[in-house]
């Protein structure tokens, strides 16, 4: 057991902590990093699986996110963009609903998809226009309203809102009800009218590496736990460390461990099971979405058909995700494969399970009114960071670090 001394301790290296760190290292601050976990990167994991590559839950990067933009090396992420828009499972198969205004060919099909009618698309486009012209700050100072209520204010049709938003939100939100905060909906829509979703050819955690690698390797201190947090000592598994100032950049159940003047925040979870498979199930560079289907499968992607990366030569990766109640249940793997025999037919008892992930704590419920503040009150209390103290992102995680380096220096 040892103690050590450092001017700031930043306690998490995911996304948030490891933001915050390479800010203050770069204005000149000596940082010292200390995370519970093997690697960096926090809910940003990918393992490499007999030469595949399985992000620990399927999730996408927004390349118009702005904060994440200005902080990260995009182009040497070798981002994989999905096409714009999704296939939409629609009595008995699989159809495209595109975004039109950057896929203008696909018109006549996404104006006649059946999961919604012409107003709906109308709407989706009127939608489209506002919020370009709405600059992120209005758009988290909008009035607070669930997304199910700000989607019905807009006039949407609830065939509409239960085959195409409940589809895709929900997958994002990983809740089907539409309860999480509509600044998050508008901001998310924005990113995606903005840009596209991608994925970068060497897995989701190539993220917090590449922050990872702009910190001395000395300032990253690995598998310690922070067991407690007195002012500016924390206790480690590993011995004390005295800071001048310390930034909390755990998920926001351990922030409410460790400094319990933080709210107790309630999570939403998945579970996501990789499967390889002799051919992709679709052609096309689009998640497939529920729909009008009923199914533990809420929504399925190939994803070495968006970054080839993602499997060996020859080979192709499906990923399937669940949300809600059916990730806790026990025969989760046969349902899902029951599930994915009636999406594409007895071929897919073929595929070959490589792994499932369930994740109880993905992401911080975002209902509205949810506490998102940040910076400590005084100098003897740690200044909070990570996405339950700005939006359940990676953006989120991003901006609250960098804004928690800003309030410091
Ligand atoms: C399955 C899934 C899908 C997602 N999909 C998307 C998506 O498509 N797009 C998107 O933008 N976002 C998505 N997200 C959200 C995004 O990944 C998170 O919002 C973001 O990574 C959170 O970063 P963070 O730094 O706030 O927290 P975390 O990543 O949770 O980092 C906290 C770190 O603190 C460490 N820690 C905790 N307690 C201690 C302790 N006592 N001592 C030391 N270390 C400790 C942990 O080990 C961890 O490394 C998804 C998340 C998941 C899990």
């Known amino acids: ?22 800010r203050l290292h770069e204005a000149g601050r000596e940082v010292l990093v200390v995370d519970a976990a093997d690697a960096v990167g926090g809910r940003v994991r990918t393992d490499r699986v007999d030469g595949f590559l399985l992000d620990r839950g399927f999730q996408v990067f927004l390349d118009a996110y702005p904060e994440s933009g200005r902080l990260l090396d995009l182009p040497a992420l070798r981002l994989q963009p999905f096409e714009p828009g999704a296939l939409l499972w629609n009595r008995g198969r699989l159809r495209p609903l595109m975004d039109v205004f950057r ?18 698309k109308l709407r989706v486009a009127r939608l489209r226009s506002r919020l370009l012209r709405k600059a992120p700050d209005a758009i988290w100072n909008s009035p607070e309203m669930p997304t199910l209520a700000l989607l019905r204010q807009e006039g949407f049709s609830e065939r509409f809102i239960d085959h195409f938003f409940r589809s895709f939100y929900g997958g994002i939100f990983l809740e089907s009800e539409l309860e999480t905060s509509g600044r998050l909906f508008e901001f998310t829509f924005a990113m995606f ?14 993220i917090p590496e590449q922050l990872a690698a702009r910190l001395p390797p000395d300032t990253l201190r690995l598998g310690t736990r922070v067991l407690s947090l007195s002012g500016n000592v924390a206790q480690t598994d590993r011995g004390e460390i005295a800071a001048r100032r310390t930034v909390l950049a755990v998920d926001g159940s351990s922030a409410a461990e460790l400094f319990p003047a933080r709210p107790r925040v309630g999570w939403k979870g998945t579970a996501c099971l990789y499967y390889e498979a002799p051919a992709a199930p679709f052609p096309e560079k689009l998640i497939a979405l529920r729909g009008d289907r009923r199914g533990p499968v ?19 990766l499906v990923s399937a995700s669940v ?9 989760l793997e046969e ?9 594409f037919g007895p071929e897919t008892l073929g595929w070959r399970h490589l792994a499932t992930y ?32 700005s939006s359940a992102s990676i953006e ?12 410091l220096l």
């Open 103 to 120: 896929r203008p060919g696909a018109l006549a099909a996404s104006a006649l998809h059946p999961a919604g009618n012409l107003f709906d």
């Open 396 to 407: 989120g995680a991003i901006l609250s670090g960098l804004r928690a380096a800003a309030a």
């Open 193 to 206: 009218a903005r840009g596209s979703a991608t994925l970068p050819a060497d897995g989701m955690q190539a």
């Open 358 to 389: 369930r994740i109880d704590r993905a992401l911080p419920a975002a209902t509205p009114g949810h506490a998102a503040t940040t910076c400590a009150a005084t100098a003897d209390e740690p200044l909070v960071c990570g996405d339950h103290t």
């Open 298 to 316: 809420h929504n399925l992607c190939v994803p070495s058909s968006i970054a080839p990366s993602y499997a060996p030569s020859g080979k192709v």
């Open 323 to 331: 949300i809600g109640p059916d990730c806790e249940s026990s025969d």
């Open 335 to 343: 349902r899902v494969s029951h599930d994915l025999g009636e999406w």
């Open 1 to 22: 057991m040892m103690r050590e001394t450092t001017d700031i301790l930043v306690v998490g290296a995911g996304l948030s902590g490891l933001a915050a760190a390479v």
